[in-house]
């Protein structure tokens, strides 16, 4: 397993604004290759993966216009041997994580986030750990780019320096699709410390910190903006706490190669199930 470390800006925009870049993680053609896997997917009548619950309108009855439904695909990744080989436990993905987490690591959570050219919808604005709700506050959170992630195309933006305040508790607006940051106090913090726009190539890759306020806008251009990502953390971090979708990524300091990857058994783990989040106002 290699060892990883951070290069001298990495580390400094990690401490000072909540999140560092990291370019080629793999080659444009490998990224491709995952886009044509998640593509392929979203072609089928029933896709893998727990699709959105509420597909948006495919303005068409074409399998071209049927794969624009969704927002994302949540859980796809585990079922795809290149894509979690390649990114949940490829080797440098993992070795960015071991630096952070240590030796044992847990593939918390992955996702596919679909954003089609001129239907694709915003993301709120959010913190992972407002979202999780679970107690956990040091996971390793990282997103990969599979099409070129531009302004023109709602790439992801970051309140930098965010990640040094306080959870925020979450709320639910009539039009939410999920919990999301109180709008006005967005607006307000906006104003203090601006935002950064993260675009990324094929094959790159952004990694943040769970507190960190983040968002992506609609996607009001051509091109369509495909992307995976996941959130690494460990036994000590995880603390008993069970869900479905961890899997090992490392175990017994050796990467877990294994596929289907093996399912994290915790001992009188409880199955953590948040409470709704509460109406705004």
């Not at 948006?56 to 041997?81: H, I, Y």
């Not at 239907?119 to 107690?135: F, I, K």
């Amino acid at each position: 397993m290699q060892n990883w470390q951070p290069k001298d800006k990495q580390l400094r925009d990690w401490r000072e604004k909540g999140f560092f870049i990291a370019r080629d993680v793999v080659p444009e053609s490998v990224a491709f290759d995952m886009r044509g896997v998640i593509k392929n997917e979203l072609l089928k009548p029933e896709p893998s993966g727990r699709p959105d619950s509420d597909p948006m309108d495919p303005m068409g009855d074409t399998p071209e216009a049927q794969a624009m439904r969704f927002r994302k695909l949540g859980n796809f990744c585990v079922e795809s041997p290149l894509i979690w080989h390649t990114f949940h436990t490829g080797e440098e993905m993992l070795a960015m994580a071991r630096y952070f987490l240590g030796d044992d690591i847990i593939v918390k959570f992955n996702s596919v986030f679909v954003k089609p050219a001129k239907t694709g919808s915003a993301t709120p604005w959010h913190q992972d750990n407002g979202l999780w709700r679970d107690g956990e506050t040091e996971p390793f959170n990282a997103w990969m780019a599979l099409d070129p992630a531009t302004c023109e195309n709602g790439c992801m933006q970051f309140v930098p320096g965010s990640h040094k305040g306080e959870i925020v508790p979450h709320v639910m607006y009539e039009d939410s699709i999920h919990g999301e940051l109180p709008r006005e106090l967005v607006k307000a913090r906006i104003a203090q410390c601006g935002t950064e726009h993260i675009e990324l190539d094929p094959g790159d890759v952004v990694c943040w910190h769970s507190s960190l306020w983040h968002y992506s806008p609609p996607n009001p251009s051509p091109n369509s903006r495909i992307a995976i990502a996941g959130v690494w953390t460990n036994p000590t971090i995880n603390a008993g706490r069970v869900r479905p979708l961890h899997r090992w990524g490392m175990k017994n300091r050796a990467r877990c190669t294994a596929f289907p990857p093996e399912i994290v058994e915790i001992e009188n783990g409880e199955l953590h199930q948040p409470n709704p989040h509460p109406k705004a106002g």
